[in-house]
């Protein structure tokens, strides 16, 4: 035996009998449901879930002095140089891991970070004639600070930009000579 079902469309107006069906009331929005089409919530007057209000951003400038003495460098044919201790501890901060600013007290950068830009300040100061070189000097190494305070005026941490200032840094009492 073979049970044959048919099944006649029925409109969404009405329900399988064929009788009109009925709007379905939903309860507790009463009959206009405004709050509910519009997307308003009795949460969207509620101030704890604002975004936190930050002061405009402040700006500032750190200045950084690095002093190398008898630092060992080979300078290679094609005019770069490596460092013989690529450890950089005489660029590395007396505490921590990385720099951090005097009147700030924002992150500057790691030890790594102090060498490219003293790398990228001293590259014309260096010869050109390869071999091995022992540097000294002092790195004055600014950077530009910006980014929101609290009340007592002290940058956030981690909402804060320290980004090197190229123009105004400089090394100075620079010597190279061969090894």
């Known amino acids: 035996m073979k049970l044959i079902r048919r099944c006649k469309s029925v409109d969404s107006a009405t329900n399988t009998s064929g009788i009109p069906?009925?709007?379905?009331?939903?309860?507790?929005?009463?009959?206009?449901?405004?709050?509910v089409i519009s997307g308003s919530s009795p949460l969207?007057?509620?101030?704890?879930?604002?975004?936190?209000?930050?002061?405009?951003?402040?700006?500032?400038?750190?200045?950084?002095d690095i002093q190398f003495e008898d630092v060992e460098i080979t300078i290679l044919p094609d005019g770069s140089w490596d460092y013989k201790d690529e450890?950089?501890?005489w660029a590395a901060p007396i505490?921590?891991?990385?720099?951090?600013?005097?009147?700030?007290?924002?992150?500057?950068?790691?030890?790594?970070?102090?060498?490219?830009?003293?790398d990228d300040l001293m590259i014309s100061m260096l010869p050109s004639n390869p071999g091995d070189y022992i540097i000294s000097g002092t790195a004055e190494l600014y950077f530009d600070i910006s980014g929101p305070v609290d009340e007592d005026g002290r940058f956030y941490r981690d909402d804060t930009d320290a980004?090197?200032?190229?123009?105004?840094?400089?090394v100075v009492d620079f010597t190279c000579t061969p090894a």
Not at 21 to 35: C, E, I, L, T
Not at 108 to 117: K, Y
Not at 163 to 170: N, V
């Open 44 to 64: 969207d007057d509620d101030s704890r879930f604002d975004p936190p209000e930050y002061a405009d951003n402040e700006e500032a400038v750190e200045e950084l």
């Open 87 to 89: 450890t950089y501890e």
């Open 95 to 118: 505490k921590g891991k990385q720099w951090r600013g005097d009147t700030t007290d924002v992150d500057l950068g790691d030890a790594v970070s102090m060498v490219e830009h003293i």
């Open 21 to 35: 069906a009925r709007p379905k009331v939903v309860k507790g929005f009463g009959a206009d449901m405004s709050n």
């Open 163 to 170: 980004d090197f200032d190229y123009d105004s840094s400089r």
